[in-house]
């Protein structure tokens, strides 16, 4: 039975702000929830934001999550409010295309963003998936095994990819599959296919990872070029 997450939600916040008061600065969701892409099994994935965190606050909070139903399926980002100010811009960019509010605003609590950083977010989405290719054909027993997740972390690149094509964020699959072009096609179709790259030949298998790796390549040099204005 699918979770209600708006509802799962929304009860959650009653319970913090009841814990915390004023201290509760913003609450929201992200991940397959918030692209509509859940299973049954999927994480509950949180995003709170207090007036500052310390070991009490920690404990407080894991006892509110396992009070929830389904309260082992829950997971996310909790900081202060001064954390989440300073926190490194390419990695909020995410943070904040991501996440669905319920309670609060998250702009309330984050610098302004500049083109700039989404660039810094893709190089080093871009370049930590090139890292874990090379790694994982490596070092991996079975390296076609890993390439769901590795298609996984191309899909969060490729949505910072079509954000800077065209100014529209796709945060689900179904939105930013149409908007490809064919050698991105077959990134993505990396994550939408777990049975399909399980069974691959050591052929099709050493074809996707140079595709996940040229591909990589060619997308940190652009942007190396951008960022140098050739």
């Not at 980002?77 to 490194?88: A, D, K």
């Not at 090379?134 to 490729?158: D, I, M, R, V, W």
């Not at 990819?161 to 065209?166: A, Q, T």
Request: aromatic share 10%.
């Amino acid at each position: 039975m699918m979770l209600q997450i708006d509802l799962w939600s929304e009860t959650f916040a009653e319970k913090l702000k009841e814990a915390f008061g004023t201290r509760l600065k913003f609450l929201g969701y992200q991940g397959s929830y918030g692209r509509g892409e859940a299973a049954p099994q999927s994480d509950i994935d949180i995003v709170t934001v207090l007036d500052h965190v310390d070991t009490d606050d920690l404990d407080r909070y894991r006892l509110l999550v396992r009070e929830m139903p389904h309260g082992e399926l829950a997971c996310g980002f909790l900081c202060g409010t001064r954390e989440l100010y300073h926190w490194p811009k390419f990695d909020l960019y995410g943070l904040l295309l991501d996440t669905k509010s319920v309670w609060g605003n998250l702009l309330d609590w984050i610098p302004a963003l500049t083109a700039d950083s989404l660039r810094e977010a893709l190089q080093i989405g871009v370049s930590n998936l090139y890292h874990a290719a090379c790694h994982t054909y490596l070092y991996h027993e079975n390296p076609k095994t890993a390439l769901s997740a590795l298609g996984k972390q191309a899909f969060f690149c490729l949505r910072f990819c079509s954000l800077l094509k065209d100014g529209v964020y796709r945060a689900a699959k179904k939105d930013l599959f149409p908007c490809l072009d064919s050698r991105e096609k077959a990134l993505l179709s990396l994550s939408l296919e777990p049975e399909r790259t399980a069974g691959f030949s050591d052929k099709e298998t050493a074809d996707a990872y140079t595709l996940l790796l040229q591909w990589c390549g060619d997308i940190l040099s652009k942007e190396e070029e951008s960022s140098r204005g050739e």
